[in-house]
């Protein structure tokens, strides 16, 4: 079953940047990772040390593999400190795309 989970983050306004570029690092070594489907990396208009990461994977365990990845423990390990609350990771059911092969072209 598909695994996705939107992240919310809310960042002290002076580790905006740094965050920034950190989480870009995990975005882009995270999108390699086999079961990957989706990976965005957003952050909000109104309030700018707002961020959501949305996180698809092809299954539970892919979505777990993620999370013992050497790229994930250092972008969280360097992060935790910025961080103005902590992390809420909100999982959803896919209804639509249904079909794997919808997710990426």
């Given at each position: 079953?598909?695994?996705?989970?939107?992240?919310?983050?809310?960042?002290?306004?002076e580790?905006?940047?740094?965050?920034?570029?950190?989480?870009?690092e995990?975005?882009?070594e995270?999108?390699?990772?086999?079961?990957?489907?989706?990976?965005?990396?957003?952050?909000?208009?109104?309030k700018?040390?707002?961020?959501m990461?949305?996180?698809?994977?092809?299954?539970?365990?892919?979505?777990?593999?993620?999370?013992?990845?050497?790229?994930?423990?250092?972008?969280?390990?360097?992060?935790?400190?910025?961080?103005?609350?902590?992390?809420?990771?909100?999982?959803?059911n896919?209804?639509?795309p249904?079909q794997?092969?919808?997710?990426?072209?």
């Amino acid at each position: 079953m598909i695994n996705l989970t939107c992240v919310k983050i809310v960042v002290k306004p002076e580790f905006i940047e740094p965050f920034i570029q950190a989480t870009l690092e995990n975005h882009r070594e995270s999108l390699k990772e086999p079961g990957n489907l989706r990976f965005d990396f957003l952050q909000s208009k109104e309030k700018p040390e707002e961020f959501m990461l949305y996180e698809v994977y092809l299954s539970d365990e892919a979505a777990s593999a993620h999370k013992s990845s050497a790229h994930y423990i250092k972008w969280r390990d360097t992060v935790a400190d910025w961080m103005a609350v902590s992390r809420q990771g909100y999982r959803y059911n896919v209804v639509a795309p249904a079909q794997i092969g919808q997710w990426r072209s």
